[in-house]
């Protein structure tokens, strides 16, 4: 267990308590969430709040993690396996309770999740074929949009929420966008591998 699958587990665990702290029913356990009011007319959960900052930390270990198996050349197939587990269940976790509890809209999560199965399985499929899959820029810009959205979901919007403009679903739509996209672009580049070498291209 090297220092960067320490942190791929780590951001586990940290998505483990993002979905406690937001689906717990605190209210019927007779617990009382403070909540924060903006200009008395944005109420804040501070759950929201909570999980956007452990949203936060649990990305950074994902670009650390990477960042240090690649430079002491610690890269293994199960931080490989682990990795990819950690990705899925941070983001898409979180995007299926917001969008259960009414902050985005559910095409979102259908949207990035089905892109990402498909994507997925691409990439098994030409590795299992000898082809690595690299990422793309378009991948890379979805991604981007992704984790900021969500992060300012959290944070309800703030503090463009103030002029009523609507900066984090813009951000969620272009990630939307992107992950269907980079979806084709991933299916284009390697359709060979899943038909066969011989397929007229």
Same mark, same amino acid.
Do not use: C
């Given at each position: ?9 780590? &951001?586990?665990?940290? @998505? ?30 501070? &759950? ?68 990402? @199965? ?24 979805? @991604? ?58």
């Amino acid at each position: 267990m090297n220092l960067p699958n320490k942190l791929t587990i780590a &951001r586990i665990v940290m @998505t483990l308590i993002i979905i406690v702290v937001l689906l717990f029913p605190f209210s019927a356990m007779g617990i009382n969430i403070p909540h924060i009011f903006v200009n008395e007319l944005i109420d804040i959960d501070v &759950r929201y709040i909570i999980a956007g900052v452990l949203f936060i930390l649990a990305s950074l270990t994902d670009f650390f993690d990477g960042m240090i198996a690649r430079k002491y050349d610690l890269i293994t197939d199960f931080g490989k396996m682990i990795d990819a587990i950690a990705d899925k269940m941070l983001v898409n976790s979180v995007l299926i309770i917001l969008s259960a509890q009414g902050f985005i809209h559910p095409i979102i999560p259908v949207i990035i999740i089905l892109r990402d @199965t498909a994507v997925d399985s691409i990439k098994m499929v030409a590795g299992s074929k000898g082809n690595v899959v690299a990422a793309i820029k378009t991948g890379k810009y979805k @991604t981007a949009s992704l984790m900021i959205g969500i992060v300012l979901t959290l944070f309800y919007d703030m503090p463009f929420e103030l002029w009523n403009i609507h900066v984090s679903d813009f951000l969620l739509i272009i990630a939307s966008v992107l992950s269907i996209i980079s979806g084709v672009q991933y299916y284009t580049m390697n359709k060979k591998y899943i038909f066969g070498e011989s397929m007229e291209i």
